[in-house]
């Protein structure tokens, strides 16, 4: 039962142009919503969250998307830069068990310079 | 300032060993997770600790249990290893529940 979903596996953008990863979820109960973002090796790090109650929240070249009605998230990037090279992951909270915060199963953003 | 540390970072198993994979957090969060990521599944939550002295289960909990041994410590041990449970395994903590969630460096788990 995935109730957040990547539905891309891979992303490929050239140095300077936006890149745009999408998160689709289907528990209209989720009200907390983070991207993460992974390095070869690494254990997942913080990158942005966005609460139900806004739809768009920024944080320099980073900005998160909320589409309620559509239960749709996207994170843009831009410019992209090349290290920003890496998985991205999804996430997803609260509602019935608020105590599990869900992950999307990733997308690999390849930036080629 | 070390964040979240794991140990060990690789670990090969035969079908039926135990091991205890370790955590520590220096960050004084109240709470700790372990995670589970296999490919195509994104992580995965296997059981979680609400604050110290409390455990519970995750999504995939069957074949593991844990320890809060202190507010810096989870442990998650595997009783009886399965090929099942080759995966990455990651730790992670957090000031409270279900908020930015701080991850360690990941166990690479390999059972044969």
């Known amino acids: 039962d995935q109730q957040v979903k990547q539905n891309s596996p891979s992303l490929s953008v050239q140095e300077g142009r936006i890149s745009i990863l999408n998160c689709d979820y289907t528990?209209?109960?989720?009200?907390?919503f983070l991207w993460y973002k992974k390095y070869p090796a690494e254990g997942p790090t913080f990158l942005i969250s966005?609460?139900?109650?806004?739809d768009k929240n920024e944080d320099g070249r980073f900005t998160v998307f909320l589409n309620k009605s559509a239960k749709h998230l996207s994170l843009h990037i831009v410019p992209s830069q090349p290290g920003d090279s890496a998985v991205y992951f999804c996430?997803?909270?609260?509602?019935?068990?608020?105590?599990?915060?869900?992950f999307g199963a990733g997308t690999r953003l390849t930036v080629k310079p | 300032n070390a964040g979240v540390t794991q140990t060990p970072k690789f670990q090969v198993l035969k079908t039926g060993q135990s091991m205890t994979l370790q955590c520590a957090q220096d960050?004084?969060?109240?709470?700790m997770y372990w995670y589970r990521q296999d490919p195509g599944m994104g992580l995965r939550l296997i059981y979680y600790?609400?604050?110290?002295?409390?455990?519970d289960k995750g999504e995939v909990p069957n074949g593991y249990n844990v320890s809060r041994l202190n507010k810096r410590e989870f442990s998650l041990r595997l009783e009886s290893a399965a090929p099942s449970q080759t995966s990455v395994y990651f730790c992670?903590?957090?000031?409270?529940?279900?908020?930015?969630?701080?991850f360690g460096s990941g166990t690479q788990l390999s059972v044969l």
């Open positions: 992670a903590s957090s000031v409270g529940l279900s908020e930015k969630l701080f």
């Open positions: 528990n209209s109960m989720f009200d907390y």
């Open positions: 966005i609460s139900s109650i806004k």
């Open positions: 996430a997803a909270s609260g509602g019935d068990n608020n105590n599990d915060m869900r």
């Open positions: 960050m004084n969060h109240n709470s």
């Open positions: 600790s609400a604050s110290e002295g409390t455990t």
